[in-house]
């Protein structure tokens, strides 16, 4: 689970709802069970997505399966890491695609939740912070990112209180006066990037004030020059009436 599905998966994923019918499950897959909610109506179909041969060769066909609604589509595109959309794609060079979603959700959990890979997105996440040319907005979301893929239901509150301090400390500083507790993730953000975009136009103020002051004493350098050669110009014609009166 990363940041994104690639927009192929992602078509398929929205193309593919049209193509079950009505009851493909007779239960609802809970999203204790597999982290994701599943949407069930407007759909029938056999149990537990009994595909034919035919349907699991369609990429489309096995996609609606999934069944997911508008609003998982989007977790799922915010969460999945781009090598879950390449795993798929190599599922479904190789014909490895399963029969199933069940069977599809363990090959999933087996290749992407191993103690071993969690344990090594927590030493990534506890070394992300924000860097020097990267924006608020984009930070957030690769941190968010991280901390989704870690534990998919991490609520708010431990999410702010892990990120907040992995902001560029000249932000922090600024925000000195800002009562996080009080303030949504969402609007912490916002005004970390309205923080972050003054920053930048009085950063933009100081290079300008800066241009101006050297083409003002590039001016004056000119000008002192033009001075100084008209003074030498004057001070040889008198010496040349003098030594020829």
Request: positive net charge; proline residues 3%; aromatic residues 6%.
């Amino acid at each position: 689970m990363i940041q994104f599905l690639s927009s192929t998966v992602y078509q398929q994923l929205n193309h593919y709802k049209n193509a079950i019918k009505n009851d493909v499950f007779n239960d609802k897959i809970k999203e204790e069970s597999y982290n994701l909610h599943v949407e069930t109506s407007g759909y029938e179909g056999e149990n537990d997505f009994k595909l034919t041969s035919t349907q699991c060769r369609n990429r489309q066909a096995h996609l609606a399966a999934l069944a997911l609604s508008q609003e998982s589509i989007g977790q799922v595109r915010l969460s999945i890491l781009c090598a879950a959309a390449e795993w798929y794609q190599q599922l479904v060079q190789s014909d490895g695609l399963p029969a199933t979603w069940r069977e599809f959700i363990k090959l999933f959990q087996a290749r992407f939740q191993s103690s071993e890979r969690i344990e090594a997105l927590k030493i990534e996440r506890n070394r992300c912070i924000q860097q020097s040319d990267e924006s608020v907005a984009d930070f957030y979301q690769r941190y968010k990112g991280l901390a989704l893929e870690i534990d998919p239901k991490i609520s708010e509150k431990p999410l702010k209180r892990h990120l907040l301090p992995k902001l560029r400390p000249d932000i922090l500083q600024l925000m000195g006066g800002v009562d996080a507790d009080k303030l949504t993730l969402p609007d912490l953000m916002r005004t970390a990037a309205k923080v972050e975009l003054h920053m930048l136009q009085r950063k933009k103020g100081a290079q300008q004030r800066t241009d101006e002051l050297a083409e003002f004493s590039k001016a004056m350098k000119s000008s002192k020059n033009r001075n100084n050669k008209k003074s030498i110009h004057i001070q040889q014609k008198d010496v040349q009436l003098i030594l020829n009166p």
